[in-house]
């Protein structure tokens, strides 16, 4: 079977994760849109239980690749796996989703098969056979419409920016498994630990106060906390940024690479708005940012924006709300 467009499935303990079917939904609009068919491929050490489970949703055509050097993923192992198995169906788009995982991986193919490289594609637009692809830059600030200047694609699809595909139970789809041998890699993933972390479910919050890089010092979460107390069922959220500069730990982080959250509401502090933040909260019923820069993105998506120095603003809040609630 020729496949013209190819997805790769992302997976971790035996379960299919959740931005593989938002790939697919992708790739399903771009199939339509160009008049290509769809298939999965699925790389592992045993793939094969997922690879049904993958050909029974979608009733499409799997392909699963298994290989010890698959067991966990290796961008190496990966590549020559991929390339190798890519060369019998010839497909002219590559996509995956663009995660740790897919942004380690689609550059390497995309060398390896010379082809162009688009990564974190938001939205498509196919106008007479020629497709356009949008990605935000700038966090957010502006959008870039790229078209591949080659016949093959590899694609790295935003979480978040399509839903899910939904189930196609009409056909059974089909599966097909290729064991494989590889010769040594340079380097071998031996074992992946999950961190320890203390346990924090942002989801059951109804009010989500979050911090960015622009509360400058993790003294002023104080503030957060502060207001925060003001909301029964509230927690602290938190941007990349923050999370990487220790101010907060990771299981606070809201976005692509972080929870996905949809509390009633959502006071970004700080937070510029990057289309990966975003993507984790824009579910949100009511939005409110806080930031200092008119321009900041986050006013794209918030209900009420309020242009201050959050350190200014914040204890002027706090001390309101203490008269009203006292009055
Ligand atoms: C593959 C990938 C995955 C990612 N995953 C995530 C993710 O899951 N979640 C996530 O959040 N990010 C993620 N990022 C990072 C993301 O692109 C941004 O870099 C990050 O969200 C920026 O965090 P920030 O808004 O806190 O910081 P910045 O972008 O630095 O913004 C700080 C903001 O604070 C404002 N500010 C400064 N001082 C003040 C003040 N005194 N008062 C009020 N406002 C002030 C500034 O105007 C600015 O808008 C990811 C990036 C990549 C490449």
Known sequence: MKAQIVVIAEHTANRILPVTYESLSFAMELGEGLGLNVSILILGNTVEAMAKKLAERTGGYVIG???????FYNGEAYKAATVEV?????PSYICMSHTATGFDLAPRLAFYLNASCI???????VCEGNIRLIRSMFNGKLHAEMAPATTKAVLTILPGAWPSLEMHPESKGSVHIIRTNFVPVASQTLEIKESKRE?????????IISAGRGIH??????????LAKIFPKSALGSSKAACDLGWLGYQHQIGITGQTVAPRLYIACGI?????????????QTIIGINSDPDASIFNVADYGIVENLETFIPILLEEFKHFSAS
């Not at 690749?65 to 067991?71: D, F, N, S, T, W």
């Not at 890519?86 to 010839?90: C, I, S, T």
């Not at 346990?199 to 919050?205: F, P, Q, R, S, V």
């Not at 510029?272 to 949100?284: E, L, N």
């Open 65 to 71: 690749v298994e290989g010890e050097q698959l067991e």
């Open 86 to 90: 890519l060369k019998m169906f010839n």
């Open 119 to 125: 990564t974190s594609v938001e939205k498509v637009r």
């Open 199 to 207: 346990k924090l479910n942002l989801g059951d919050a109804d009010v």
């Open 217 to 226: 010092n993790p003294e002023n979460l104080h503030l957060l906390e502060e």
């Open 272 to 284: 510029s708005g990057a289309v990966q933040h975003i993507s984790g909260m824009r579910g949100s």
